[in-house]
């Protein structure tokens, strides 16, 4: 099973939003981390076809995703960053409109066991408007799981999601990863560290980075430093010349994690890294 992306390229009017993208993406999680406007939610909608591409082909086992049309949709799972809700539907008769809307068998069944997946079963008879936040987050993805789609597209899932919940929710993509292509977007580094399998890392339009999370590890490690120091000069150098990711003053000086490809000081010892540190030096480009 394979997503391919060839050269896809969106534009609207003037404006290029994703420049000449080429992927492939099978079994696993990956991590689309990029800063707003970055060109995440452009990407997901083009993989849901609710967008075309402006230049460029999208491949799903060898065949246009478009010209496979509903062959293609009922293969994939998409939860959008503002879903559309009943408010006047219960969680369950809302799961039955979308049941119907996807042709799910035994759908009696099938919503139990996806509001059970996201621990809304309890509230199958309460009316959507009275829901949080989160448990609307969480309806849209038991509804995205109706047809136990190859393909899970999702676009800030966690968001609204109190901790307890985004545990649950990262735990869930896990267990489920080994025979699925589950894609998600969002700007929140943790979610991405905690389960990506791969991290692709996208900029204004373009991929800037795409490895597995051993290897941004690894690249972690050379790049990421501390030091402390007192001095007020060599304190101005370092905050003029490298980029800080973590700093905290303490009596009679700062403590700096910085990113360097070099030594940025004679203090300075190499540390272990993290995704955030990479990310950081990344979209600062």
């Not at 082909?57 to 009922?74: L, N």
């Not at 990421?224 to 973590?246: G, P, R, T």
């Given at each position: ?111 139990k066991e996806c509001l059970e997946q996201v621990n809304l079963w309890e509230e199958k008879d309460k009316k959507v408007k009275k829901l949080s936040g989160g448990m609307k987050q969480r309806l849209s993805i038991a509804g995205a799981l109706l047809n136990d789609p190859e393909i899970l597209l999702f676009d800030e899932p966690t968001v609204g999601l109190d901790p307890n919940e985004r545990m649950n929710f990262k735990n869930f993509l896990l267990k489920i990863s080994e025979r ?106």
């Open positions: 099973m394979s997503l391919v992306l060839e050269n896809v390229s969106q534009r609207y009017d003037k404006k290029e939003v994703i420049h000449s993208i080429c992927l492939e993406l099978e079994h696993g999680i990956y991590g689309f981390l990029g800063p707003n406007g970055a060109g995440k939610s452009t990407m997901l909608r083009m993989l849901s076809t609710v967008e075309r591409p402006s230049l460029g082909e999208i491949f799903y086992e060898g065949r246009d995703i478009f010209q496979m049309g509903e062959a293609y949709r009922e293969k994939i799972g998409y939860v959008p960053q503002k879903a559309g809700y009943y408010p006047d539907f219960t969680v369950y008769k809302f799961l039955q409109y979308i049941a119907a809307l996807k042709g799910v068998e035994e759908e009696g069944r099938v919503i699925k292509t589950i894609i998600f977007a969002t700007h929140i580094v943790s979610d991405v560290e905690d389960i990506a399998d791969r991290v692709l890392i996208i900029h204004k339009g373009s991929i800037r980075l795409n490895e597995s999370m051993d290897e941004v590890l690894e690249r972690a490690e050379n790049n990421v430093w501390e030091c402390d120091l007192q001095d007020i000069e060599k304190i101005k150098a370092v905050m003029d010349h490298y980029k800080i990711s973590k700093m905290k003053r303490y009596k009679g000086g700062v403590h700096f994690r910085l990113i360097s490809e070099e030594k940025p000081c004679p203090e300075a010892v190499r540390t272990e890294g993290s995704l955030e540190e990479i990310y950081l030096k990344i979209i600062e480009r």
